[in-house]
Structure formats: structure tokens, C-alpha cells
């Protein structure tokens, strides 16, 4: 089977030469020579609308703007009008002789509380724990307790007067990145 150029098969042909131009003679001028008459008919309709409008604007009447009439200024007068003579009010007097009672019920005390921050096998543990929430300002002990599995290193802070005290310094080693306190009552 023969092979077929798709590349020129694809190319339009080129148009053939009439006799008359190929002699030098003078044919008819190419069709992209020819006169743009919808442009020409485009500019003349935009010129025309043009033309209208100015006109139109010339047509209307010329509003003038008129004075504005000065403000009136008026006198101040010197004098306040009278003030009516009424009672005094009545309930000032009344309640200069009040007296008033308001039962405020005992508060309790809150109970102390200590706050916990990890509690270690090893007291070298422990005492790093003690290092860095010494850095938030806060004073930690480091306290030995033995129970029935074995010794443990506690890393503690307090006693606080109430759980809130111990709860706000909690919060604030929470944003320092030490999220393993916990707020105990002292027993």
C-alpha cells in the first residue's frame, strides 16, 4: 500500500491565476481590496448618535441655581423662663429614712488544695519536672511517698487556700505546654 503525505494533502491548493492578471492585464481587484462598506456604515451611525445627543442637550432649558435667603439670626434672650414652684419630691425624703437590711448567707470555706503535676519512679525525673515549672514562676516541691508498690517522687505545689487559686496556676502552666497537673484537696 502506497504511504500518503497527510501533512500537504491537508494544505488547501492555491488559487489559480487568471489569465488576464498573469499578462499584466488589469482584472477585477482582489476581494480583500474591496471597500469596508459595514465600517464605513458603523462610524456613520456612531457619528449621527453623536450629533443627536449634543443637540438633545442644547434643546433642554438651563436651570439656574437660585440665592439661598440668609438665615434669619434671632436674639438670644437673657432670661430662662420661670421655673414652676412644685413640691419638692416627695420620695427623697422618704428614702432618707429608709434603712435597709439584706441577709447575706454565711460563705463556706474552701477547702485548700495542692496541685500535682506528675509523679516519678526515679527522683532525677522528678526534679526536671520541678526545673521547668520553675520557670512559670511557680514554687514545687518534690515529695518521697512509699505505698504498697513501691517508692514514688510526687512533684507538687500548694497547699492554696481554695481550688481556684490552685486551678488558675494550673491554667497557666497548661499554656506553657505542661498539660499533666491535676487540682487534689489536701488531706
Not at 488559487?15 to 488576464?20: E, F, I, Q
Not at 481556684?164 to 506553657?176: F, G, I, Y
Request: proline share 9%.
Amino acid at each position: 500500500m502506497p504511504q500518503r503525505d497527510y501533512v500537504r494533502a491537508s494544505r488547501p491548493k492555491a488559487p489559480a491565476k487568471k489569465a488576464g492578471a498573469a499578462r499584466g492585464g488589469r482584472g477585477k481587484a482582489p476581494a480583500a481590496a474591496s471597500k469596508p462598506w459595514l465600517l464605513i456604515a458603523l462610524t456613520l451611525l456612531t457619528l449621527s448618535v453623536f450629533i443627536y445627543g449634543l443637540w438633545f442637550l442644547r434643546q433642554q432649558p438651563v436651570v439656574t441655581p437660585e440665592p439661598v435667603a440668609a438665615p434669619v439670626k434671632v436674639a438670644p434672650k437673657d432670661e430662662l423662663p420661670p421655673k414652676p414652684q412644685a413640691e419638692p419630691y416627695q420620695y427623697i425624703k422618704e428614702l432618707e429614712n429608709k434603712e435597709i437590711t439584706v441577709e447575706v448567707p454565711q460563705q463556706q470555706r474552701s477547702v485548700p488544695a495542692v496541685l500535682q503535676c506528675g509523679s516519678f519512679r526515679q527522683q532525677n525525673q522528678a526534679e526536671q519536672m520541678k526545673a521547668q515549672i520553675a520557670f512559670a514562676g511557680i514554687a514545687t516541691d518534690v515529695r518521697r511517698t512509699e505505698g504498697s508498690n513501691g517508692v514514688w517522687f510526687r512533684v507538687v505545689a500548694g497547699p492554696y487556700e481554695s481550688r481556684r487559686a490552685a486551678t488558675a496556676d494550673m491554667n497557666r502552666l497548661r499554656q506553657m505546654g505542661i498539660n499533666t497537673c491535676q487540682v487534689r484537696n489536701v488531706t
